[in-house]
């Protein structure tokens, strides 16, 4: 239904120029679907990355938008919010993957996720992969919240009580 | 606030018969958030895993209800259904736990979850921890769906159609 | 290139019969190469894994199809043999995969690696990801040696001096 | 120095018989220094696990002898126990070998740590590797107990009340 | 029995202050305890760690403080020093973990573990998790000893012949 | 065999001057095998991270090069390119060991490999790794080929169009 709204003739004329990466004008529904949700998500983050792919690798950019996206992101059935956390999830739990965790934090919040949201999924982890990499994760956690201004310090007023006892 | 509830003579009555385990009656208001998430999220299941610790390391099914239950689990931020897939994204991406995993399958059904919800972030970690480990997290969620009589033949006829492209 | 023996008229037909999993046939040259590929290196048992996930997640398996063989293994640049022997290596240093590592210890006889190349890369796990893996790893080889009829008490006459200093 | 205690004239003849595998008299210090060691540490599992290597990688078993057991465990500087107890806290972090994990919960019976000290290692794993990796490590344990008949019910009373506050 | 030597009256007036913080005066035992132990184990360091949490995550630094070190780590049952080697053989093996695993190579000499029981549990880590592993683990332990001036080069003369056959 | 083309005169000097360290002269095949390996491996760089050991843990460098380089590295039965190939593969695998990634990149471009064939594994682990991990392998190898002067541009045009649709 994407393919709806992309004029045919710029399509014919974009195979006619051979593109070559995941960035040129391309008639292929996964990669079209693919870079909306990457923009989506990631805001430019994600095309830097796809694009410092080009010269070492660029199949391995054009997977990230075809598949990772394209295909994957892309699906309904849960909110891209809770894809989002379910990533920042998994990739606490790995534990060596901090800047693929700081493109995801940034990208919860890009797509609605709060940062309360956020550092719940994250410290929930201390239970699940321990703590060395729960505070790991904060500390990604943190070096995003810094940058985009979002005021810590406030962030969870009725949370800030929960876990004290009485 | 649940405290608040809490008849205080059975509290102090509780503290005179010195409780042992994670589930005697316990003046602690840790224990009995935990316990109450506990059972919302696995059921019987949690309480099972708990008891089977009692011989061999009762403190650690006590840490299992008092810290992550009742300290985790219990916060508010996220809904249950949510921190439940989060937990089934980091497992899945963890690999070795699947006892775990289906406890957590099955308590993501428990408060809610769909299983499509459940279907999504185990195979959205195809992307971040690998295939193999997407493969074994569907594997246990087809072992827990059919011991539920969940129909999975029909479970996503929307998003069967999804990665299909014209 | 693939596409091109393909004859024009069956691909119409068969997008008319509206494809739905990886195994119906269906215009898509990803999915053709990444179902021949899948067939050399696994056999039949590549294709049994994509049939089990029809009911509970065919997109898994259309990934595993398209993506993983139509994409990735069918690339050219290494041998078959020496992608089964790198798969091997990376299954057994995640410990966690022994279904996946069996399947593709399979595969790499299939394409033409010998016992011995891949007893070399699993004991060599010793090195990189300790002991214990490289010792799964092998009694996962045992175990598809066994099933195979491969005799390997002749596997390495000469290896098995090469460690044995004078 | 074990070397000292070893007939010279036994060492030749050994040699003459040209040995081939980690479990013929063989003059290596390396050698016999290990097979002590294992046999210390595992009684006649570890003999067992070697020689079941024989056939598909008989060097894979000399590493273990040689390298593993003669390099690492022989050496001074730590207790055989704290050995153990680090090899069990290793290992429960691992969370994907549990057969080496039981291997070493008995050697760390075998050479004088106490069930207590066992389950203390693994249970603190809840911090640093996560619950499931815990857990799956006592059940592990568990194992190891009833099948040595270690009484695990009254394993620990003054542990037990050491996590319930007053 | 720690509660009984704080004074009554300070924790009411405590309690009155509503405290927010793992390191206010709080009258919870598991959190004076916590602190003590972290105390011991970390000087000042671990202090600071939960204080960098206090905007982002004060109940993470509470986690830390009352269930990492006031149930866990001040368990009896195996002496401090044993507990640190077993951390540090542990977070050695999960490998991405550094910043925790420094702190846990001071807290070892902190609580009077030797250097050269340090270095002994991380190299035996060469045969479980591998020798990457041991070799990223031995390189923490450097930068430790280099800013503590504790003198390496003298280390362990009885271990520098262990390993070199005559 | 290679101790055969040593000096007998010069090993027994060498013996006499009680070597201490993986690089001093020592009669042990083992580790003259190891060095030459890890020479033709390494280069210069496998020696500087022996050195590096020397006054902290010279054991684990003799480890390095009597076992993983003696032993393992220098058995016949697959080439050394394949052997680098199966190590970058693991360690892209692993992902928390970047600095031996980085030396095993430049190791297999000694022994001969390709920089496609380096590429072609480490994105292979997109599928059994996951993404993040297939990029920071990517990253690094990209931080090689820069020091090297490879030039990445015209790495692979063959492969470029092998994942572009018609």
Known sequence: MKGAIFPIGLLLLASAISPLSAWS????????????TLEKITGAEGRRVVDSLREIS???????????????????GISLCTRELATISALT?????????KVHIEGALNVGCSPNEVVEVIIQQAVYAGFPRALNGISAAKEVFEKRGVRTA????????ATIEP
């Open 93 to 101: 739990a790995l534990g060596d993957a901090r800047p693929q965790l």
């Open 25 to 36: 004008v391309e008639p292929d529904s996964r990669r079209l679907r693919g870079q909306e």
């Open 154 to 161: 406030s962030l969870k007023p009725e949370a800030a009580g």
């Open 58 to 76: 660029p199949e391995l950019g054009d997977w990230i938008v075809d598949f990772s996206y394209g295909d994957v992101f892309s699906r309904p």
